[in-house]
């Protein structure tokens, strides 16, 4: 694992084999970033947001999280899921898609859990060739069931 100059990682973290926190990320309390994951940094330009995975959060396997991509409290995000500043979540327990912060960025709210999905392209030669585009989905918000299934990260510190 790396963890770039300038990255903040928090205590009780736990950073995975073959995986990658960038320059000036930010990472909080007992958060669990799973092998093979990529948490984005920022050296230039001036203006650019760091990544932020606050307290609590569980990031599986092989994900990328980039571009100011805030991961609030207590979510857990699915192996595979690529989050970007310009990445749509769509929330399935509440209907419709997670707004973007005041600055434009993609927050995950508290408690998600996010999985990889997929929306179809609405217009042009995309729709008529039936490609869909990366669109991760809250299939549910925490609860003692996901708890569990994330309590062997505690027992591995």
């Known amino acids: 694992m790396d963890v770039n100059i300038g990255a903040y990682v928090d205590e009780g973290t736990m950073v995975d084999s073959h995986a990658l926190v960038g320059s000036c990320a930010q990472v909080g309390k007992n958060v669990h970033i799973s092998a093979a994951s990529q948490i984005g940094g920022v050296l230039e330009p001036a203006g650019a947001l760091p ?32 989050l970007t500043k310009g990445t749509p979540i769509y929330d399935a327990v509440n209907g419709g898609y997670v707004p973007k ?4 960025q993609t927050v995950v709210p508290p408690g998600a859990v996010v999985v990889p999905g997929s929306r ?6 995309g729709k008529d060739a039936g490609i869909h585009v990366s669109t991760p ?5 925490r609860d003692g069931k996901t708890d569990a299934s994330v309590e062997l990260e505690t027992l591995l510190r």
Do not use: L, R, W
């Open 101 to 104: 912060s005041e600055t434009g």
């Open 51 to 82: 990544v932020i995975i606050e307290d609590n959060a569980f990031i599986g396997g092989n994900c990328g999280i980039y571009e100011g991509t805030i991961v609030s409290e207590a979510a857990v995000i699915g192996s595979g899921v690529i």
């Open 137 to 141: 989905v809250i299939v549910k918000y």
């Open 120 to 125: 179809p392209i609405a217009k042009g030669p």
